[in-house]
């Protein structure tokens, strides 16, 4: 925006630091996103949260062919989230496929879901800028994908300190906000659900 770098999506995978399981690695999120003056807002696999990167979408809870699948928690080894495909990339954004994929790197793998991802980067009136992360689930087989209730969607991983965006589920808009101070004055992202959403996926 206006020559400013302002985030970038990594599309291949990322792994761990060295020495720690790679179970703990991802592709599709965005990372480092940054202030209009440069400022680094996102961490990406802090030593006390490895399964975090910048910001990013998983599910928690979830039922798919009966079995529980956590899309979060890497380590549990039951879900992950992979970058497929970019469908379009425009200068103000750009649209992806990625595949909610279960039991990934066993002989048991298999995608359960596919995402439809666009991100779109625009101006307020005020000061700074927004990011539009607009993203649909659609089943990738016969079978139903059941989301069940739980305050972690995804979101975001802060610099310097781990900090989540979490949001009671309901049926009208909720924020969470994350503020710090950086050098030049406080900084933040205010993070907020769209009430048109429709769940679960079936």
Not at 83 to 92: G, I, L, S, T, Y
Not at 180 to 202: C, I, L, Q
């Amino acid at each position: 925006m206006d020559g400013k770098h302002l985030f970038t999506y990594n599309y291949a995978v990322t792994y761990p630091p060295q020495g720690v399981d790679t179970v703990y690695k991802r592709s599709g999120f965005i990372h480092p996103l940054r202030t209009l003056e440069g400022e680094v807002l996102t961490n990406c696999s802090p030593s006390d949260h490895y399964h975090h990167f910048g910001l990013w979408y998983a599910w928690t809870k979830t039922t798919f062919e009966e079995n529980e699948i956590d899309f979060w928690n890497l380590y549990k080894k039951q879900g992950t989230v992979r970058f497929r495909q970019f469908v379009e990339v425009q200068p103000d954004g750009f649209s992806a496929v990625l595949d909610h994929v279960v039991y990934p790197d066993s002989t048991k793998e298999k995608i359960a879901m596919t995402e439809q991802l666009k991100i779109r980067v625009g101006k307020p009136k005020q000061r700074g800028y927004y990011i539009d992360y607009h993203t649909t689930l659609r089943c990738a087989t016969s079978a139903p994908v059941v989301l069940k209730a739980t305050a972690m969607e995804a979101f975001v991983s802060v610099y310097a300190k781990v900090g989540m965006g979490r949001q009671p589920r309901c049926s009208h808009p909720k924020g969470s906000t994350v503020t710090m101070p950086m050098d030049h004055w406080p900084v933040g992202a205010t993070f907020k659900r769209n009430p048109a959403r429709t769940m679960p996926v079936s």
